[in-house]
């Protein structure tokens, strides 16, 4: 590790700062960095083409800039992202893993991006039989019959579950049931989709062993409960080890059991969700499977079902007759469409790509990695940081700073990692756990990489003793350091407005 980056703000880092505060606004008039051909259109036949109610009275606000300023403009505030082909990015229930960039060659080919999404059937079996391949991939890692490649995030996946579990209710007793159980460690898309999807959410605490708590479980599953929803490692990092009796608990009182496949990647080669019992399925494959996280962009969220789920699934769904594919419109009991056309193809592509170069072998390979990277993290970092569950982890785990060092938040932690050139892990999630610090190094990152991040978070630990304002002004190497992160979120500025 670089020492000189654990270094109290230097007189360097405050110019570097300012600099780039003041440079932001490149803008002056008569600057260009394009010419527009000479026109040749009478501009008086102008107003007779377009109505003058249609016509700008005034000038646009746009920066004049020249070509080169662009171009710097954009590459420097490039570099001040943190991402993973840049940093090491342990942000737990997120599964920042690699991405290999095969992926991108694969996507580019011009038989899919070249391609219509209304080309006619004969045109695109090509893209059709990557879609039905990995679609048949996709049942074959999580146990489940069939899967839906529509929906286009995880939460969005979770919607069209509680969505499929509302139609087998209605359709099976004319009740679609009042309420959805979640786990009080649950994230924060479960409940929402919930409500979404016209339910009551109803909440179950975790046990003094980080899982469901069981005779809760009884008390609350009844007629009414339409679904339990969990992930499995929960977002402690934690196997549910209960999983079968929880199921058994829901199935008796004719409930579903629907797993939050963001915590799928431990899984990989391991174990199977359908195998557990569970009937609905989303998976993240930004997590998982490594397609790009792409900061809210079209992503994806499959969601697997069991047999009796499949006639709900949306339209169109891609089969295969004989040796041609094709995409099946008409379904009558299909809840409809949540998503135009198949899905993010583009994003479905590279899953398809990262499934196909590892195989079964290289898959198998990734859960376990992912599992041994986090438990030998969690084995020296235990030494350092207070360990609300001291049990083996799956993928991930979390960690807490009370009681640790002088007045040590998890937020301080957070943002001095920043300056020690690492992403800081998830904070403050679960919800259950007081300052808590969730890490999850993934399967891609070498020993060295996890060492260095031991040593930057035992540093912290030091520096809290030694110097605790210095981490309370952390990070320091930034152009902004701590901002507003409610209002960042609720009025976010997302458009450049001249001065
Ligand atoms: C446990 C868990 N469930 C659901 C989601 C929602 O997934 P997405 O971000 O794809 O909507 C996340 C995302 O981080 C998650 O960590």
Redesign the pocket.
């Known amino acids: 590790m670089d020492a000189g980056l654990l270094e109290p703000q230097t007189e360097a880092v405050k110019k570097e700062k300012m600099d780039s505060q003041v440079i932001f606004e490149l803008s002056k008039p008569g600057k260009r960095s394009f010419v527009f051909p000479k026109c040749d259109v009478p501009l008086t036949d102008v107003k007779q083409i377009i109505p003058e109610k249609y016509l700008r009275q005034t000038k646009p606000e746009l920066p004049e800039v020249g070509e080169l300023e662009i171009v710097r403009h954009y590459t420097n505030l490039s570099r001040k992202n943190f991402s993973i082909d840049t940093h090491f990015y342990p942000l737990g229930?997120?599964t920042m893993k690699y991405n290999p960039k095969i992926h991108e060659e694969v996507v580019k080919f011009p038989g899919f991006s070249h391609l219509h999404p209304y080309a006619p059937e004969a045109w695109s079996q090509g893209v059709l039989q990557v879609l039905y391949d990995l679609e048949q991939s996709l049942c074959e890692i999580s146990g489940m019959d069939r899967v839906s490649l529509q929906p286009a995030?995880?939460?969005?996946g979770?919607l069209l579950g509680l969505l499929l579990a509302r139609a087998y209710h209605t359709e099976i007793s004319g009740n679609p049931r009042k309420k959805v159980i979640l786990p009080d460690s649950a994230?924060g898309?479960?409940p929402s989709s919930a409500h979404i999807a016209g339910y009551e959410v109803v909440t179950i605490k975790t046990d003094a062993n980080g899982e469901v708590d069981i005779k809760q479980l009884k008390e609350l599953a009844d007629e009414e409960t339409a679904a339990l929803m969990i992930?499995n490692p929960n977002?402690l990092g934690l196997f549910e080890r209960q999983i079968l009796e929880i199921q058994k608990i829901m199935h008796d009182v004719g409930a579903l059991l629907y797993y939050?496949g963001?915590?799928l990647n431990p899984l990989l080669g391991v174990a199977r969700p359908g195998d557990m019992g569970f009937d609905i399925v989303h998976i993240?494959v930004?997590k998982t499977f490594t397609t790009p996280h792409g900061g809210g962009g079209p992503?994806a969220?499959p969601v697997g079902v069991k047999e009796r789920l499949i006639k709900y699934l949306p339209t169109p769904t891609v089969e295969k007759v004989g040796d041609k594919y094709t995409l099946k419109h008409d379904n009558p009991d299909s809840i409809g469409k949540i998503r135009s056309f198949v899905g993010s193809v583009g994003i479905l592509i590279r899953a398809y790509t990262y499934i196909r170069s590892l195989g079964q072998e290289g898959l198998e390979k990734v859960g376990k990695g992912a599992i041994i990277n986090a438990n030998y993290l969690l084995a020296k970092l235990k030494k350092v940081y207070t360990l609300p569950h001291d049990r083996i982890c799956m993928h991930e785990f979390v960690i807490s700073s009370k009681g640790v060092g002088k007045d040590l938040h998890a937020l301080d932690v957070a943002k001095r990692l920043i300056d020690m050139n690492i992403h800081p892990p998830t904070i403050y999630f679960p919800l259950i756990v007081p300052e808590a610090i969730m890490v999850e190094p993934t399967e891609t990152e070498s020993k060295q990489t996890l060492d260095d991040f031991v040593e930057a978070m035992t540093q912290i630990v030091k520096e809290s003793n030694e110097n605790p304002e210095l981490l309370h002004q952390s990070p320091q190497t930034m152009p902004i350091t701590r901002p507003d992160e409610t209002a960042a979120a609720r009025q976010p500025k997302l458009r450049w407005r001249p001065e």
Do not use: K
Not at 153 to 156: C, K, L, Q, V, Y
């Open positions: 229930s997120c995030a995880g939460a969005h979770e994230h898309t479960n992930t977002t939050d963001a915590n993240n930004h992503g969220g």
